[in-house]
Nanobody
Framework: QVQLVESGGGLVQAGGSLRLSCAAS??????????MAWFRQAPGKEREFVAA???????RYADSVKGRFTISRDNGKNTAYLQMNTLKPEETAVYYC???????????????????WGQGTQVTVSS
């Protein structure tokens, strides 16, 4: 029902910024009813929550990124974004976009709550 394509990853120096994009192709319902989230997975580690946003643009963030990362969405473009500032080497990971339909539930941050996933985009932060 939903296909997600991430872009915007790359190599950046510590302290730098990147903006990730997640373009959604939605076959049923409207993009606006989907919660959108970003997760990341570093080599040898489990995939972890980064940020999420719901239809009203309410947001949730992992404690480690609060104040540095900003998630947003443009419903007219069926796209979600993740602005990442002051990046750290330990944030090198594959960043994944995820989506779930939300018909009135609270904004979820658990990995298993999301049933649509993109292929991921590599973010490498050099020291």
């Amino acid at each position: 029902q939903v296909q997600l394509v991430e872009s915007g990853g790359g190599l950046v120096q510590a302290g730098g910024s990147l903006r990730l994009s997640c373009a959604a192709s939605v076959r049923t319902f409207s993009f606006s009813i989907y919660d959108m989230a970003w997760f990341r997975q570093a080599p040898g580690k489990e995939r972890e929550f980064v940020a999420a946003i719901d239809r009203s643009s309410a947001t949730r963030y992992a404690d480690s990124v609060k104040g540095r990362f900003t998630i947003s969405r443009d419903n007219g473009k069926n796209t979600a974004y993740l602005q990442m500032n002051t990046l750290k080497p330990e944030e090198t990971a594959v960043y994944y976009c995820a989506a779930r339909q939300n018909w009135g539930d609270v904004l979820r941050v658990g990995l298993t709550e999301y049933n649509y996933w993109g292929q991921g985009t590599q973010v490498t932060v050099s020291s």
